[in-house]
């Protein structure tokens, strides 16, 4: 007889739902499915939304705000969801992240979800790290770094999980129209430095770094320095948080070949239908003509 497995929920990695849609998921949530189009062929399918589908809803997200002032986490667990949120807090870069809310409104938010929804239900994503140069120098988003360090260990919020930037041809192509702009990442080697340096912060904190999608990397860190590779929508902290009833089949649709261990979800988000309008420079989700 064959075995049925819950469905995890992402929300997502296509677009941030918590910060501008989230009046579009609660309804696809009452009518007990959401209609999801493949990226690709275009096709709309339906996503069963019933919590007896659904093991576990993981949120994506820059800003909680909107999230946290509309109750619709609150809301989600009185019906019988179980949540998780994965928040993205990087440094204030006006170059790389236009859009994004200043820092403090972030942490605030960051501690508002910790003390709701409990420090274990979050991860803390500092992603992706970037090195670039303008016409002041070389520069990098890893300035507030301990500052935000601070504020999540503050909340009890123990995983960081970090990975480096991408220059993919979309992101050439956008850079290209920007004046005295380029991303400069280092090489393998001073990334591992980095990571390291970045550990040492964590680790007197209590937090413990991991990474996403950084493969090359591992055979250049040490091999007990505590820095660990992660699953973001991840199988076995999800039953711990939540109870069994998930597949362990990994996720073909990532980026398995450079890293990605994270399980088989479904994605609700769409770059065409639920634009992101963070606007952030490196991100493939941005939707701004490029």
Same mark, same amino acid.
């Given at each position: 007889?064959?075995?049925?497995?819950?469905?995890?929920?992402?929300?997502?990695?296509?677009?941030?739902?918590?910060?501008?849609?989230?009046?579009?998921?609660?309804?696809?949530?009452?009518?007990?499915?959401?209609?999801?189009?493949?990226?690709?062929?275009?096709?709309?399918?339906?996503?069963?939304?019933?919590?007896?589908?659904?093991?576990?809803?993981?949120?994506?997200?820059?800003?909680?705000?909107?999230?946290?002032?509309?109750?619709?986490?609150?809301?989600?667990?009185?019906?019988?969801?179980?949540?998780?949120?994965?928040?993205?807090?990087?440094?204030?870069?006006?170059?790389?992240?236009?859009?994004?809310?200043?820092?403090?409104?972030?942490?605030?938010?960051?501690?508002?979800?910790?003390?709701?929804?409990?420090?274990?239900?979050?991860?803390?994503?500092?992603?992706?790290?970037?090195?670039?140069?303008?016409?002041?120098?070389?520069?990098?988003?890893?300035?507030?770094?301990?500052?935000?360090?601070?504020?999540?260990?503050?909340?009890?919020?123990?995983?960081?999980?970090?990975?480096?930037?991408?220059?993919?041809?979309?992101?050439?192509?956008?850079?290209?129209?920007?004046?005295?702009?380029?991303?400069?990442?280092?090489?393998?080697?001073?990334?591992?430095?980095?990571?390291?340096?970045?550990?040492?912060?964590?680790? $007197?904190? *209590? #937090?413990?770094?991991?990474? =996403?999608?950084?493969?090359? &990397?591992?055979?250049? %860190?040490?091999? $007990?320095? *505590? #820095?660990?590779?992660?699953? =973001?929508?991840?199988?076995? &902290?999800?039953?711990? %948080?939540?109870?069994?009833?998930?597949?362990?089949?990994?996720?073909?649709?990532?980026?398995?070949?450079?890293?990605?261990?994270?399980?088989?979800?479904?994605?609700?988000?769409?770059?065409?239908?639920?634009?992101?309008?963070?606007?952030?420079?490196?991100?493939?989700?941005?939707?701004?003509?490029?």
């Amino acid at each position: 007889m064959k075995k049925h497995f819950k469905t995890v929920i992402s929300a997502s990695r296509r677009t941030d739902i918590p910060a501008f849609y989230m009046d579009w998921f609660m309804a696809g949530v009452k009518q007990g499915f959401f209609e999801v189009q493949n990226p690709f062929s275009k096709i709309m399918h339906k996503v069963p939304a019933d919590n007896e589908a659904v093991h576990s809803i993981v949120f994506w997200s820059k800003d909680y705000s909107p999230f946290l002032r509309g109750g619709y986490g609150t809301a989600l667990i009185d019906t019988g969801y179980h949540l998780f949120f994965l928040f993205t807090i990087n440094s204030e870069s006006p170059i790389l992240e236009p859009r994004t809310p200043p820092l403090a409104n972030r942490l605030a938010a960051l501690k508002k979800l910790a003390e709701q929804f409990g420090p274990e239900a979050v991860t803390w994503r500092f992603d992706p790290i970037c090195h670039f140069a303008t016409e002041q120098g070389p520069q990098n988003n890893l300035g507030d770094f301990v500052a935000i360090a601070d504020a999540a260990a503050a909340c009890g919020v123990a995983r960081c999980v970090t990975s480096f930037v991408d220059v993919y041809r979309k992101l050439v192509t956008r850079t290209k129209v920007l004046k005295n702009f380029s991303f400069a990442p280092p090489g393998p080697e001073r990334q591992a430095e980095i990571l390291l340096r970045m550990q040492t912060v964590l680790q $007197d904190r *209590g #937090i413990t770094l991991y990474t =996403c999608c950084e493969n090359r &990397l591992e055979g250049i %860190l040490p091999k $007990d320095c *505590g #820095i660990l590779p992660h699953a =973001c929508i991840n199988h076995d &902290l999800l039953e711990k %948080l939540y109870g069994p009833g998930l597949s362990k089949k990994q996720d073909k649709g990532q980026r398995a070949s450079q890293g990605c261990r994270c399980m088989e979800s479904r994605d609700i988000g769409s770059y065409s239908l639920h634009p992101c309008r963070h606007s952030c420079l490196y991100c493939y989700a941005n939707p701004e003509g490029y």
